[in-house]
């Protein structure tokens, strides 16, 4: 999403999850099946206790996650008690009930064994993610975009190797 924002490209692809995660403009078109789903991962013995948690709503429950904006889109249209946690994890969310950054994860799940074999289970399924073609908005332009430093080098690039060694690329 940010390459296709930054007007580099035209279009690109990505994961829904990773479109719905960006803070940039962009425009995007699920296609295809579903690849794997955003799930509420708990410790297996604490699953029925979060579960019941979760649908009394009378409590917020603050969630592990490396994709805040998703987990807070999810939680609106699924009417749920959730907040990400202010620590936001890179690499293996499984983990962090262990290291104690919180009891619940939420993260991107393709068949489970990874969750199973760190004695988690799914407690519910916040969104199926799925491939995505991404471009940028019709009103978007190069000018709005932080790829105009990538073009100003790249134009000292041209002048550069012009005045040194003849070369020109049009």
């Known amino acids: 999403p940010q390459t296709v924002?930054?007007?580099?490209?035209?279009?690109?692809?990505?994961?829904?999850?990773?479109?719905?995660?960006?803070?940039?403009?962009?425009?995007?078109e699920p296609f295809g099946d579903v690849m794997c789903s955003y799930e509420l991962l708990v410790r297996r013995e604490l699953s029925k206790e979060l579960t019941e948690?979760?649908?009394l709503n009378n409590s917020v429950t603050e969630v592990v996650t490396s994709l805040?904006?998703?987990?807070?889109?999810?939680?609106?249209?699924?009417?749920?008690?959730?907040v990400p946690s202010r620590f936001v994890p890179t690499?293996?969310?499984?983990?962090?009930i262990e290291l104690g950054a919180g009891t619940v994860v939420a993260d991107i799940v393709q068949t489970g064994r990874t969750a199973e074999a760190n004695?988690?289970?799914?407690?519910?399924s916040l969104d199926c993610v799925r491939p995505a073609a991404v471009f940028a908005p019709a009103?978007?332009?190069i000018?709005?975009?932080?790829?105009?430093?990538?073009?100003?080098d790249i134009e000292q690039i041209?002048?550069?190797l012009e005045n040194r060694y003849g070369m020109r690329y049009d």
């Open 91 to 96: 690499g293996s969310l499984e983990s962090m």
């Open 53 to 55: 948690k979760l649908a």
């Open 158 to 160: 041209d002048k550069t």
């Open 5 to 28: 924002a930054s007007g580099l490209v035209d279009v690109g692809f990505a994961g829904t999850d990773v479109c719905q995660e960006t803070d940039v403009k962009i425009g995007y």
């Open 139 to 141: 009103e978007s332009t």
């Open 68 to 82: 805040p904006r998703l987990l807070t889109k999810c939680a609106g249209r699924l009417a749920l008690n959730i």
């Open 119 to 124: 004695g988690l289970s799914s407690i519910l």
């Open 143 to 152: 000018e709005d975009s932080n790829a105009r430093y990538l073009f100003s």
